[in-house]
């Protein structure tokens, strides 16, 4: 048996399983961030463990789309807000002052929305940052494992305008290799539907006949200066 191709296989059906069943939401998603974008909002992401994966495939890449801002924990670390154990015992998501610590280091803005992403949407942190965005007016769109979610009776979605589903089994893992499950699914569909939702973002700008704020690599000539054009107008809101 070839264990590679077996992956392969089934995460390519996962994958085409993913986007056939969530195409309209992937659609509507990128519609919502593309008009908090167009309204000088910047989308404010935030994953939880691996969800902090999603995250980094939106958020300040080449070919990506500028507007996009990761709120990240190892900063409070580096700003001495937060101590790196929290992190990793998991307590940080049990800590609703983590949220008050992002806003003495972010600049952040009554015209943003949220992308919330976490695999069983039930830590406290995530569903207080939620809450607190809705009581504001704001948009928030919630990445879950939706099978992991009803099981552990998630909270998330409570608060989401729209949500993507990572289309995982409950556990997480892709392969059983005598008798032994190893390898996971819900990584990797949920980067493909990140980068599907960045090409739909793009589609919304063009077919309206905006320029899209597609970064550019580093590699490329002028890529800085161009870059600078994009983020400059956001002062520290974006990066």
């Given at each position: 048996?070839?264990?590679?191709?077996?992956?392969?296989?089934?995460?390519?059906?996962?994958?085409s399983?993913?986007?056939?069943?969530?195409?309209?939401?992937?659609?509507?998603v990128?519609?919502?961030f593309?008009?908090?974008?167009?309204?000088?909002?910047?989308?404010?992401?935030?994953?939880?463990?691996?969800g902090?994966?999603?995250?980094?495939?939106?958020?300040?890449?080449?070919?990506?789309?500028?507007?996009?801002?990761?709120?990240?924990?190892?900063?409070?670390?580096?700003?001495e807000?937060?101590?790196?154990?929290?992190?990793?015992?998991?307590?940080?998501?049990?800590?609703?002052?983590?949220?008050?610590?992002?806003?003495?280091?972010?600049?952040?803005?009554?015209?943003?929305?949220?992308?919330?992403?976490?695999?069983?949407?039930?830590?406290?942190?995530?569903?207080?940052?939620?809450?607190?965005?809705?009581?504001?007016?704001?948009?928030?769109?919630?990445?879950?494992?939706?099978?992991?979610?009803?099981?552990?009776?998630?909270?998330?979605?409570?608060?989401?305008?729209?949500?993507?589903?990572?289309?995982?089994?409950?556990?997480?893992?892709?392969?059983?290799?005598?008798?032994?499950?190893?390898?996971?699914?819900?990584?990797?569909?949920?980067?493909?539907i990140?980068?599907?939702?960045?090409?739909?973002?793009y589609?919304?700008?063009?077919s309206?006949?905006?320029?899209?704020?597609?970064?550019?690599?580093?590699?490329?000539?002028?890529?800085?200066v161009?870059?600078?054009?994009?983020?400059?107008?956001?002062?520290r809101?974006?990066?």
């Open positions: 048996m070839d264990i590679k191709k077996a992956y392969f296989d089934l995460i390519k059906d996962r994958v399983d993913a986007y056939e069943r969530q195409k309209d939401q992937i659609r509507a990128a519609e919502m593309s008009a908090c974008m167009e309204n000088k909002g910047v989308v404010q992401l935030f994953g939880v463990r691996h902090e994966e999603f995250v980094n495939e939106l958020n300040y890449r080449a070919g990506g789309i500028a507007p996009f801002h990761g709120l990240k924990l190892k900063e409070l670390v580096l700003k807000l937060l101590k790196q154990e929290e992190i990793d015992s998991g307590a940080v998501y049990e800590d609703l002052s983590v949220i008050d610590k992002f806003a003495q280091i972010y600049d952040l803005d009554d015209r943003d929305m949220y992308c919330l992403v976490s695999f069983y949407g039930n830590e406290p942190l995530i569903v207080e940052l939620a809450s607190r965005a809705k009581e504001k007016g704001q948009k928030v769109v919630a990445v879950v494992n939706k099978k992991s979610y009803d099981l552990c009776a998630g909270k998330l979605l409570d608060y989401a305008d729209l949500y993507l589903d990572m289309d995982a089994d409950e556990p997480d893992l892709a392969l059983d290799i005598d008798g032994i499950r190893t390898g996971q699914l819900s990584s990797t569909v949920c980067n493909v990140a980068q599907m939702i960045t090409a739909e973002i589609n919304c700008f063009v309206k006949g905006k320029e899209a704020p597609v970064l550019l690599s580093a590699n490329i000539k002028g890529a800085d161009h870059n600078n054009s994009l983020t400059d107008p956001y002062g809101r974006v990066r």
